[in-house]
């Protein structure tokens, strides 16, 4: 079953403006990835963010994770059209540290 | 390149073959898996590999075998294929447990 379920769904946005996507999960983690795939491509890491962690960057990525709320989201700054993809949470937990994803939201960036 | 290959890219099977998706990764990791992912279903996790000659059993596992002979091998198994297998599988590797995933470009498969 999913552990992490994103919102919105579906995404569009202008060029330069930010994007926003939350994840929510259910259970206890160890940490929290994101994922990006474009059209018809393999998933490419992004970021992961450790439970104890509250907040982490990478480039024009910005990911925070509240584990009380048990929610994730991922900002991306002054987005370009080359962002247009599918984002998807994925959560680390339980002892064998299977990694779970969401459903995944569809960012479209329009230019 | 170093990464994760599958092969083939593209398969066609008939209801009732059996045939074995390859994944391959020279970056000597330790942990492997497989995905498949259907629309409006993310990916949903197979079967899962923490080092040669160890596997266990995903969420959704039923249909497939894996084995782990080699650190850099993690072949799938489709033992009868059904038309509910029609997908696209992805493998993926991570260094340890926890760590990010590299995936590979995927296999789409189509049972008739």
């Known amino acids: 079953s999913q552990q992490g379920e994103e919102d919105p769904q579906a995404l569009s946005i202008q060029e330069g403006e930010n994007a926003t996507m939350n994840c929510s999960y259910k259970t206890s983690i160890n940490n929290l990835q994101w994922y990006r795939q474009n059209s018809g491509r393999g998933l490419v890491h992004l970021i992961l963010?450790?439970?104890?962690?509250r907040e982490k960057h990478s480039g024009r990525l910005r990911v925070t994770l509240d584990t009380s709320k048990k929610s994730s989201s991922l900002l991306i700054t002054a987005s370009r059209a080359a962002d247009t993809a599918s984002y998807f949470c994925?959560?680390?937990?339980?002892?064998?540290?299977?990694?779970?994803f969401g459903k995944g939201t569809l960012l479209t960036v329009n230019p | 390149n170093a990464g994760v290959t599958q092969t083939p890219k593209f398969q066609v099977l008939k209801t009732g073959q059996s045939m074995t998706l390859q994944c391959a990764q020279d970056m000597n990791h330790e942990y492997m898996s497989w995905y498949r992912q259907d629309p409006g279903m993310g990916l949903r996790l197979i079967h899962y590999?923490?080092?040669?000659?160890?596997?266990d059993q995903g969420e959704v596992p039923n249909g497939y075998n894996v084995s782990r002979s080699t650190t850099e091998d993690f072949p799938l198994r489709l033992l009868s294929a059904a038309p509910s297998q029609t997908s696209v599988y992805f493998c993926a590797s991570s260094m340890t447990l926890g760590d990010g995933y590299t995936f590979g470009s995927g296999t789409r498969l189509t049972v008739v």
């Open positions: 963010i450790r439970s104890n962690e």
């Open positions: 994925a959560t680390v937990g339980g002892s064998n540290y299977k990694l779970t």
């Open positions: 590999s923490v080092g040669a000659g160890i596997t």
